[in-house]
């Protein structure tokens, strides 16, 4: 019976299987890693020896290092929340 109980994105061959159109596959891409993932947001090199802090955000070691303040809280470079030195 065409129509009876699929949607436009899938479609049923006459063998009972269940196909997978490209309208389908488009929605799995958004969880790929995409290459800007992998970039420093202070360097906006690849990120080398990565490390994250407390609020997800990545950097490189060096960068995160670098941005750390000896005399105060350090702020994430991105969204200002505090974090311990030398993050996890």
Same mark, same amino acid.
């Given at each position: #019976? $065409? @129509? =009876? @109980?699929?949607? =436009?994105?899938?479609?049923?061959? $006459?063998? @009972?299987?269940?196909?997978?159109? +490209?309208? %389908?596959?488009? @929605?799995? &891409?958004?969880?790929? =890693?995409? +290459?800007?993932?992998?970039? /420093?947001?202070? /360097? %906006? ?9 407390? /609020?997800?955000? =990545?950097?490189?070691?060096? /960068?995160?290092?670098? &941005? #750390?303040? $000896?005399?105060? +809280?350090?702020?994430? $470079? ?11």
């Amino acid at each position: #019976m $065409p @129509g =009876a @109980g699929g949607t =436009a994105a899938q479609s049923r061959e $006459p063998d @009972g299987d269940s196909r997978t159109t +490209p309208e %389908m596959s488009a @929605g799995t &891409a958004a969880v790929e =890693a995409r +290459p800007d993932d992998w970039r /420093c947001p202070i /360097c %906006m090199d690849l990120l080398y020896k990565p490390c994250c802090n407390q /609020c997800g955000h =990545a950097f490189c070691f060096w /960068c995160m290092h670098h &941005a #750390m303040n $000896p005399f105060r +809280p350090s702020q994430c $470079p991105l969204c200002r929340s505090p974090y311990a030195h030398f993050p996890r």
